[in-house]
């Protein structure tokens, strides 16, 4: 279960983000491959369409305090 400040940073994180997406899109999906790095996966027509832009955030530790990089593909 994620605390309210994780909540928070996430909130964070996907605003500022979220200017990096300038195609249409109607769903995003968010994963956590590891400890201090979060995908997220842009899509139109749903969880099942069509990718539209995958960003990738990678911070220097567990903590998320520090953020290393944000690669869009």
Known sequence: ????????????????????????????????PTSSSEVYTYKTGGSGGTTVATITVVYTDSTKAVLTSVTKT
């Open 1 to 32: 279960m994620q605390r309210a400040s994780d909540d928070a940073l996430l909130n964070e994180t996907l605003l500022a983000i979220a200017g990096l997406v300038t195609e249409p899109f109607d769903y995003i999906a968010a994963t956590y």
